[in-house]
């Protein structure tokens, strides 16, 4: 990708965060326990149809551009909960399978409800944020397991601080977001009298 097309997709990424009200400026708890004064929540993004589909077709087509292919992936599989839209939403721009990843009881995730990914395939990971990189992460150990090999992630937004938290896998996404956070006791925005206590803005109670 130039560095031109790759500008395009970020801004065109935040133009939409933005029209979805998902870009939040506040006082946030982050389940590492920091605060940080931003928070982007996809969530919102991905209740409109119309914007997800552009965000994701968007995504679809600079990584068909970076790979020199046009069909690089035979299923894309996110964790659930969080990835569950923005996974289908992404096979369907890339008119492969779209599965979802669920929790095991003692641990990780397992495929149930009849899905299969087959070791031969080329299977593309999604996480609609990427913080850690954990719950993706673990979705990728799963496949490994299952002798997949050949694996790739995407994002819509990369809030890692990393240019690629996975390591030894590609990493694709629409936009790099910077959240500076800081310990709970050094956080300048507790220190400010014009300002609420740091709330917990993710899916579940102690995540982002």
Same mark, same amino acid.
């Given at each position: 990708?130039?560095?031109?097309?790759?500008e395009?997709l970020?801004?065109?990424t935040a133009?939409a965060l933005?029209t979805? #009200?998902?870009? +939040?400026?506040?006082?946030f +708890?982050?389940?590492?326990?920091?605060?940080?004064?931003r928070y982007?929540q996809?969530?919102?993004l991905?209740? =409109?149809p119309e914007?997800?589909a552009?965000?994701?077709a968007? +995504?679809?087509?600079?990584?068909?551009?970076?790979?020199a292919?046009?069909? @690089?992936?035979?299923v894309?599989?996110?964790?659930?909960?969080?990835a569950?839209?923005?996974? =289908?939403?992404?096979?369907?721009?890339f008119?492969?399978r779209?599965? $979802?990843? #669920?929790r095991?009881a #003692?641990g990780? $995730?397992? +495929?149930r409800r009849?899905?299969?990914v087959?070791?031969?395939?080329?299977?593309?990971?999604?996480e609609d944020?990427v913080?850690?990189?954990?719950?993706?992460g673990e979705?990728?150990?799963?496949?490994?397991?299952?002798g997949?090999?050949?694996?790739?992630?995407?994002?819509?937004?990369?809030?890692?601080?990393?240019?690629?938290? $996975?390591?030894?896998?590609p $990493?694709?996404?629409?936009m790099?977001?910077?959240?500076p956070?800081? @310990?709970a006791?050094?956080?300048?925005?507790?220190?400010? @009298?014009q300002?609420?206590p740091a709330?917990?803005?993710?899916?579940? @109670?102690?995540l982002?």
């Open positions: 990708m130039t560095a031109s097309s790759i395009a970020a801004e065109n133009s933005r979805a #009200e998902a870009l +939040l400026e506040g006082h +708890l982050l389940s590492s326990g920091r605060h940080a004064g982007v996809c969530a919102k991905l209740q =409109y914007l997800a552009q965000v994701c968007q +995504l679809a087509a600079a990584v068909r551009q970076a790979r292919e046009e069909q @690089p992936f035979d894309v599989i996110g964790p659930a909960m969080g569950v839209t923005f996974g =289908y939403e992404l096979a369907r721009a008119g492969v779209g599965l $979802f990843a #669920e095991a #003692e990780g $995730f397992v +495929l009849g899905f299969q087959e070791a031969g395939e080329r299977v593309l990971v999604a944020v913080t850690t990189g954990k719950s993706a979705v990728v150990h799963m496949l490994r397991a299952m997949v090999q050949n694996i790739s992630a995407a994002a819509i937004v990369n809030r890692s601080g990393s240019a690629n938290p $996975f390591g030894d896998i $990493f694709y996404r629409a790099d977001l910077e959240v956070s800081w @310990p006791a050094q956080c300048p925005l507790c220190a400010d @009298p300002v609420g709330i917990k803005p993710g899916s579940r @109670p102690g982002n």
